[in-house]
């Protein structure tokens, strides 16, 4: 097999991979289990997920500005962990609410995370129209928030933004609107929106964000559409069509589940990459795209290779296809029998087991920096998905082979391979110009070539 690598033909410059802190900090952050060598349960979760060195590197975390059914006990969850808190308090706002989640998200800063974003599932209680953290069955597609509303909503996320700017924390984003499209009737927090209300909401953002210098650095974003096939252009018109708006969005967020259909036109994922990704090109071009949530959507817990090639097939395609220069999965760390995390956590016996997700997300985000740039590259045998980046003076190539045969490959320049497969976690090797690297069945694999020594690719 060979791989072909054209540096003079360039895409997307990348600018990080991360995880959302929902459903899992507002527990593991008030552990105080400790791990065999001595160090706090959490400090290790956060070191795994974000170290550059011992970790997986992550860059973005996202924040869950919480609507306060935790507090209020209102409202319909089935699970605990999908109610959140919020620091308002009919007294002003208490930052000492949510601790334990805040804690996480300040530990995921201390190793390494320089971006956050605080993403809104629904408006506080006290502001919503039926004072829940969802809306009620019988208004299933009307916003939950009334227009006078807004702005107060609109003080509230910029104050606890402009909070932990000032305690040093980067939050670089806001996202105030999080799936419009869905129906939130309960189970968790959420609001529906239609376009035309999510750019209402955008526009009083957008006027309070830029009454406050402390927010200079602060952009907006969104509108984090809930699947990849359904009014993604209707919100992503929202979300640009406006001026005042515009001035303060740097990309657009999808996120990139892809519900499963029996019809053949609507099960074509890659087909609705490509258009959506052509459809932005034509209309808002030099618009970056970024995927800010993603998991398997499948039912039962999985640490294997086979769910770590499904993600590692859908961050391909979304890097490839769509042009993302971000992918943020969902949930860091899952409690639940079900498919998604990269750790999954026991919260009774306050413990964590990594999965194959964990490291085969390692392989992009603990060798693809920000500031990288996407350079063209293609494998001759087509079931072998590849991306590859530039950074500086290192090539970085990400392959995955999803089949169960083994395949030969022939640098043309000295390498370091970093391998996940069913036996090896990120096992790092290393491969002479001209020898043959072997690529083992259903795996993912990084190679790293230096450039300024290497003038032959492959």
């Keep these: 097999m060979q791989i072909t690598v054209d540096l003079n033909r360039t895409f ?12 899992w900090a507002q527990d593991v952050g008030k552990w105080t289990s400790v791990c065999p060598d001595g160090v706090l349960s959490k400090d290790r979760i956060a ?59 300040e530990k995921a800063v201390e190793y390494g995370a320089d971006e956050l974003v605080f993403f809104v599932n629904s408006p506080i209680e006290e502001l919503t129209v039926n004072h829940l953290g969802h809306t009620d069955k019988n208004r299933t597609l009307r916003t939950n928030i009334k227009k006078e509303n807004i702005p107060a909503f609109a003080e509230y996320c910029l104050d606890a933004a402009e909070h932990f700017v000032k305690e ?62 359904w009014f993604n252009k209707s919100y992503t018109r929202a979300l640009l069509g406006s001026g005042e708006v515009r001035e303060l969005v740097d990309s657009v967020n999808v996120h990139s589940y892809f519900l499963k259909g029996d019809l053949p036109f609507f099960g074509n994922r890659p087909a609705y990459l490509k258009r959506f990704r052509k459809w932005m090109d034509r209309h808002y071009p030099g618009v970056p795209v970024k995927v800010s949530e993603w998991c398997h959507m499948q039912g039962g ?13 859908v961050m391909l395609e979304d890097i490839t296809l769509l042009g993302a220069s971000s992918f943020q999965g ?26 194959k997700r964990y490291f085969a997300f390692g392989n992009f985000s603990k060798f693809i920096p920000g500031g990288a740039l996407r350079v063209a590259s293609c494998a001759d045998d087509s079931s072998v998905l590849t991306a590859s980046f530039k950074a500086g003076d290192k090539l970085i190539t990400v392959l995955v082979n999803p089949n169960g045969e083994e395949k030969e490959l022939t640098p043309g320049s000295d390498a370091e391979v970093f391998v996940t497969d069913k036996e090896r976690d990120l096992e790092k090797s290393g491969v002479k110009a001209g020898e043959t690297f072997h690529i083992t069945p259903f795996s993912v694999n990084t190679l790293l070539i230096n450039l300024e020594k290497n003038n032959s690719i492959c």
């Design 301 to 313: 817990k999985n640490k294997n290779m086979d769910s770590a090639l499904v993600q590692a097939r």
């Design 47 to 105: 070191e795994l997920l974000f170290s550059k060195t011992k970790g997986i590197g992550l860059s973005v975390y996202r924040y869950n500005l919480g609507a306060g059914s935790a507090q209020s006990g209102k409202g319909s969850y089935g699970d605990p962990l999908r109610r959140a808190e919020s620091f308002y308090t009919p007294r002003g706002l208490d930052f000492s609410k949510d601790a334990p989640a805040v804690c996480m998200m």
């Design 12 to 23: 997307q410059t990348m600018s990080g991979f991360g995880m959302s802190g929902a459903w």
């Design 168 to 229: 040093g924390l980067p939050v670089k984003y806001i996202s105030p609107i999080n799936e419009p499209l869905w129906v939130w009737n309960g189970g968790q927090e959420g609001c529906h929106y239609s376009p035309r209300q999510c750019r209402r909401v955008l526009e009083i953002f957008a006027k309070e964000l830029k009454k406050r210098p402390a927010l200079k650095d602060v952009k907006l974003s969104g509108l984090e559409n809930g699947d990849i096939r």
């Design 330 to 355: 969902w949930i860091a760390c899952s409690p639940y029998d079900y498919c998604d995390g990269l750790i999954y956590i026991d919260p009774e016996n306050e413990s964590f087991e990594l999965t």
